[in-house]
Nanobody
């Protein structure tokens, strides 16, 4: 069992930056691939980024490629999402998730990101 708690969301203007954090507890954080997902009002949850257990490989959705950076610190049991040049369409609840391969079994409660135009 892994418990995940996101933080770092907020209300920002277009073009601003935010860094989300996801603190993990429970089973060994470094045993899991990690991902960020988001869900905007009235829309389905969508993939944002993922990172392998060691942090050696990352992947991004086309909509955030070049603006967002996923990273992890296994010594601190923490996952990060650096978000730059934010746009109103980035407004959503952001969730972190832990899993094996691309199957995510554990989810956080989410943190709200709102980007005003």
């Amino acid at each position: 069992q892994v418990q995940l708690v996101e933080s770092g969301g907020g209300l920002v203007q277009t073009g601003a930056s935010l860094r989300l954090s996801c603190a993990a507890s429970g089973r060994t954080f470094s045993a899991y691939n990690m991902g960020w997902f988001r869900q905007a009002p009235g829309k389905e949850r969508e993939f944002v980024a993922r990172i392998t257990k060691s942090g050696g490989s990352t992947r991004y959705s086309d909509s955030v490629q070049g603006r967002f950076t996923i990273s992890r610190d296994n010594a601190k049991n923490t996952l990060y999402l650096q978000m730059n040049n934010l746009k109103p369409e980035d407004t959503a609840v952001y969730y972190c998730a832990a899993g094996v391969a691309v199957s995510y079994m554990y989810w956080g409660q989410g943190t709200q990101v709102t980007v005003s135009s």
